[in-house]
Each structure stands twice: as structure tokens, then as C-alpha cells.
């Protein structure tokens, strides 16, 4: 059982990296100019020297030697990179191609298919109100897949890419910041050549597109790193169906800013869908509360009931022996 101390790290490391994720979409559509392929390879150069940076800050190199003996582990770590790097360029393509409520719904997808591979995967078990919840999640998903007509294949994409990106990382339990840098470095040379190319062939927004459009490339290195160390953190520190749990919150803040800010189409099937997501949240909130107090209960309760053993051994053992009853 993880430290109680823990778990609220990764609750807070959680939160944050899924509010950031949900307001991302709002930075990817000024870099409009660049294609999605350019913002990606960008997205990974600049990530390594973001991480270099903040390994130096905290001192934290010794790792990398031990990884660097471990093949089983970075070959996993590779795996990690592939799909956190399709998941990108798919998100990036969503949102500048104006499909930013279809990514909305992959990432309210995404956390059943975590709390799937928790459960069938890692043997996670839910209670029955998590059970509940999910049930209540699935039909929203399904409401808002009828409201688009069609099989929702960016979602699907977004959701199952994610799924695996954290079922992996759990199994290679390295802390967010390592495990971020361990898979930047594996990504930074492709994407160098492929910026390369384009630039020999004036095709670089970066070196055509001013100042400005440079500056904002140059910044998703700090976009993308600090939610993904977050989500790593957070990660490693927490269950599986906890991280499902969580996830709602980025397609939250996505699926407002696809409504107000990019004024998408949303018609009475998807907002039934957004209430139901919000009915499973309730339910998950309420069962968490009441599972947390219980914790609580039970805890105080053993508390008493050892301190009342140890009161009564040392009651005995302060107790003067009964006469007669000396050998």
C-alpha cells in the first residue's frame, strides 16, 4: 500500500498535468502555421534541453547508468516514445484541423480504457460505485459517438494511445522527470533530421514564419514537459483506475474551449453526453469521499484499540508479582 503522503503528491501531480493538457489546445492553434509533423518534431527537440535543465537543477544524473544495463527497460522506454509520439501528432492534428471536441471525447474515453487495463492487466479491483461510475462514463461515450455519425476514429486513436502510454510507464517505474528525459533523448534525433529536411527545402516555419512564430516552437519544450514529468509523477505514485479516474478533467477543459473559444457544433446528444460524464464524475467523487472517511474511521480505530493493548502489557507489566508466587 502506497504512503498516504504519497498518494497526495500524486493526486496534486495529477491535477495539475490534466488541467494543463486541457488548456493545451489553446497554445497548439497559434502555431497554426506550422504543420502538425513540424510542431511535433519542435515538441521533441526542445523537450531535451527542458529536461537537461531541470536534471541539473536537481542533481539527479544517477540513474542513467543503471538504466543504460537494463535492454528490457529501454526497449520499454522506446515503446513509451513511439506512442506518446503518435498520441501528440494525432492531438496536434485534431485540434488545427478543428476537431477539438472529437479529442475531447477520446480523452473521455481514454480513462475507461485505463481502468480496462487496470483491472485486466494489472488486476486493479473497483468497488461498486467505481463500477458505477464507469458504467455511467461508457453510456456517455456511447450517447456522444451516436451525436457524431460515425465511428470516432481520431478519438479512439487519442484514447487507446494514452491507455498504453501509462499502462507502460508503470511497468518501467522511472519518476516523471527521468522518464520523461529517457524517452526525449530516444526522440530528439529523428526529429532533429526531419527539421533539418525541412529547412534545407524552405519548408520551416520556424525560420520563415518570424520571430514569433520561432519563439512559440521553441516553447513546446516547456509545454510539453512540465504536464508530462506531472503525469509521470503522478504515475508511478498512484493505481491505474485512480489515473482513469482523474482523466476526466483534461476532455473537461477541452471539450469548453471546442463550445466557447473554437465554436464547434454541439448539438442536444453531445450535451446529454457531457451531463452523463458529469453524473460518473459525482458518483466517483461521492465514493472517494465516503472511502476516504472510512479509511479514516478505521484508522483512528485501530489507533485506540493498540494503544489500549499497549496500555494494558504495560499495565502488567508496572503490576507488582502476587505473593506466594515466587519460584
Known amino acids: 500500500m502506497q504512503p498516504r503522503s504519497d498518494q497526495r503528491a500524486g493526486l496534486a501531480y495529477g491535477f495539475a498535468a490534466y488541467t494543463m493538457w486541457g488548456l493545451l489546445p489553446l497554445y497548439w492553434h497559434l502555431l497554426g502555421a506550422a504543420t502538425p509533423s513540424e510542431i511535433l518534431a519542435h515538441r521533441m527537440v526542445w523537450s531535451l534541453p527542458v529536461a537537461v535543465a531541470i536534471l541539473a537543477v536537481l542533481r539527479r544524473w544517477a540513474w542513467i547508468g543503471p538504466l543504460l544495463r537494463q535492454p528490457k527497460r529501454l526497449g520499454l522506454i522506446l515503446v513509451c516514445a513511439v506512442v506518446i509520439s503518435t498520441n501528440w501528432f494525432l492531438y496536434i492534428w485534431a485540434v488545427n484541423a478543428g476537431h477539438v471536441l472529437e479529442a475531447s471525447l477520446g480523452y473521455f474515453i481514454n480513462p475507461l480504457v485505463s481502468i480496462a487495463f487496470g483491472v485486466l492487466v494489472l488486476r486493479e479491483r473497483l468497488r461498486p460505485l467505481q463500477w ?18 460515425k465511428v470516432p476514429w481520431i478519438a479512439l486513436g487519442l484514447a487507446f494511445s494514452f491507455a498504453t502510454y501509462g499502462l507502460i510507464k508503470k511497468g518501467i517505474k522511472l519518476d516523471g522527470i527521468e522518464g520523461f528525459s529517457a524517452e526525449t533523448a530516444m526522440q530528439v534525433l529523428p526529429a532533429l533530421g526531419f527539421l533539418i529536411y525541412l529547412g534545407v527545402h524552405g519548408e520551416s516555419s520556424f525560420t520563415t514564419g518570424g ?7 521553441s516553447a513546446c519544450g516547456i509545454a510539453t514537459a512540465i504536464p508530462l514529468i506531472c503525469f509521470g509523477a503522478s504515475a508511478v505514485r498512484l493505481p491505474l483506475t485512480t489515473i482513469g479516474m482523474m482523466q476526466y478533467l483534461a476532455p ?76
Request: proline content about 5%.
Open 132 to 149: 458505477t461510475a464507469v458504467a455511467v462514463g461508457t453510456l456517455a461515450v456511447l450517447v456522444m459517438t451516436v451525436a457524431y455519425g
Open 211 to 217: 520571430v514569433g512564430q520561432a519563439l512559440l516552437l
Open 252 to 327: 473537461t477543459f477541452q471539450f469548453v474551449l471546442g463550445l466557447t473559444v473554437f465554436h464547434e457544433a454541439m448539438p442536444p446528444e453531445r450535451w446529454a453526453g457531457f451531463a452523463l460524464v458529469w453524473v460518473a464524475l459525482a458518483v466517483l467523487t461521492w465514493d472517494a469521499l465516503r472511502t476516504a472517511r472510512r479509511a479514516r474511521t478505521e484508522l483512528a480505530a485501530a489507533g485506540a484499540r493498540a494503544a489500549e493493548v499497549a496500555a494494558a502489557e504495560a499495565a502488567q507489566l508496572a503490576a507488582p508479582e502476587a505473593p506466594g508466587l515466587k519460584p
